[in-house]
């Protein structure tokens, strides 16, 4: 499998769904990931979730690198988006303001 064959909505709703708060909260993806793309298989899935945890905890080292004055939190976005070139709007300002959640915490 490679990324070549998902599109940027798969790649977001993975990213968005395995970072859910609430009732959701780390819990499987699979089922809600086919509920929005039915001809998914289980190695789709996995590695879509696998690229979203990589792009997860990126934008989280990036909360870090911005707490320890490495960068400026306006440099979050960019370079989360540098990595990785199909991060939507909604997930990249989402994310960034967990991970500077988490860095503070």
Do not use: Q
Request: aromatic share 12%; proline share 4%.
């Amino acid at each position: 499998m490679g990324g070549n064959r998902y599109t940027p909505e798969m790649m977001n709703a993975a990213l968005e769904l395995a970072t859910e708060w609430g009732e959701n909260f780390r819990k499987p993806i699979d089922s809600r990931m086919l509920e929005r793309f039915p001809g998914l298989d289980p190695d789709d899935i996995a590695w879509l979730h696998e690229n979203a945890r990589k792009a997860e905890s990126f934008i989280y080292t990036l909360g870090e690198r911005e707490l320890n004055g490495e960068i400026s939190e306006n440099d979050i976005v960019r370079l989360a988006r540098r990595e990785f070139a199909w991060l939507d709007d909604a997930n990249a300002y989402r994310l960034k303001g967990i991970a500077m959640f988490y860095a503070r915490k």
